[in-house]
């Protein structure tokens, strides 16, 4: 299971930097979350729980996050707090990812991430869940997926990081290359304006904003990132037979979306049941309300379809 180990260069330094992030984060937000610590075939696996309480007639959503980030961005700017009015939100920090969970990661082509993420849900004790995951996260989704179809209600997909490679495009490799060479803060803004936002229709406050910026700086600076990257899962996908909703950012050049979503639905057949485009937004649209608010009504519409 295990193939690589990524860590924090100042282990206790950095975790105890991320701590007091995590405290900044439900200070601004205005509540805390519920924290989990679950063992795992990859070791220790954090989580964070959002409206936790047991009510029978709440779902529950599992959120896995994107490369080099933590689940926790889902919820800047209280981003999740409508939809944790009615759902159980569980906020899973991959392994191998820059956050609290230990660093092991399997090999990225096999079935393991998929393996890992079962175990997740069996942890937590959910027979059968929403899942959700943003670009790296999309391929964990789809993982599991394939290896626990019967525990999956529904999958939300976000710039998904499994049916096309990154672009090779200049001014792609140029602003994700820029804050890994040089990681200060206003080439992490340069990333942020370029790839993940596409201001003004796609951004966070100011106080989330530097929060982000805050976060990815650690993440650039003091984390050894040795995880495999996302690929096109290809054949594989052929296999997916649960309902999935994809959602893209039409301003996106690190992953742009129409060989994405042609990809999509060549391999998905049946299982794929909508497509939600924003114009004009870029990568990162966890961080985009629609996205959310599109999770929301679908859940919604299910249950009162049921």
């Not at 050049?253 to 049946?270: F, R, W």
Request: proline share 4%.
């Amino acid at each position: 299971m295990i193939k690589k180990t990524s860590y924090f260069k100042h282990p206790e330094e950095s975790k105890a930097i991320f701590s007091r992030w995590v405290k900044k984060l439900e200070n601004a937000n205005g509540y805390t979350y519920e924290k989990k610590v679950i063992q795992t075939s990859l070791g220790a696996t954090q989580i964070y729980a959002l409206s936790s309480e047991v009510q029978a007639q709440r779902e529950t959503l599992v959120i896995f996050p994107g490369f080099r980030t933590t689940s926790l961005i889902w919820d800047l700017d209280r981003g999740l707090a409508a939809l944790a009015q009615h759902t159980q939100i569980f906020l899973v920090e991959t392994n191998g990812q820059p956050n609290l969970s230990e660093g092991n990661s399997p090999d990225i082509k096999s079935l393991d991430y998929g393996i890992w993420a079962a175990e997740v849900l069996t942890q937590l004790d959910l027979e059968s869940t929403y899942i959700a995951g943003a670009s790296f996260g999309g391929l964990v989704c789809m993982k599991l997926a394939l290896v626990a179809p019967e525990r999956i209600k529904a999958a939300f997909l976000l710039n998904p990081g499994c049916f096309r490679m990154i672009s090779f495009g200049l001014k792609n490799l140029y602003y994700n290359l820029l804050p890994v060479v040089s990681p200060k803060n206003r080439n992490i803004r340069r990333f942020l304006d370029q790839i993940v936002f596409h201001k003004p229709h796609h951004s966070l406050s100011q106080e989330a904003e530097e929060l982000l910026v805050e976060y990815l700086h650690l993440a650039l600076t003091d984390y050894k990132d040795q995880t495999e990257k996302p690929y096109y899962m290809k054949e594989q996908l052929d296999s997916v037979r649960v309902p999935v909703y994809i959602m893209v950012g039409e301003k996106d050049i690190l992953m742009p979306y129409e060989k994405l979503l042609a990809h999509a639905q060549a391999h998905l057949h049946t299982s794929l049941v909508e497509v939600c485009r924003f114009e004009y937004a870029g990568h990162g649209i966890e961080c985009l309300d629609l996205s959310i608010k599109f999770i929301e009504e679908r859940i919604k519409k299910a249950r009162v379809q049921v």
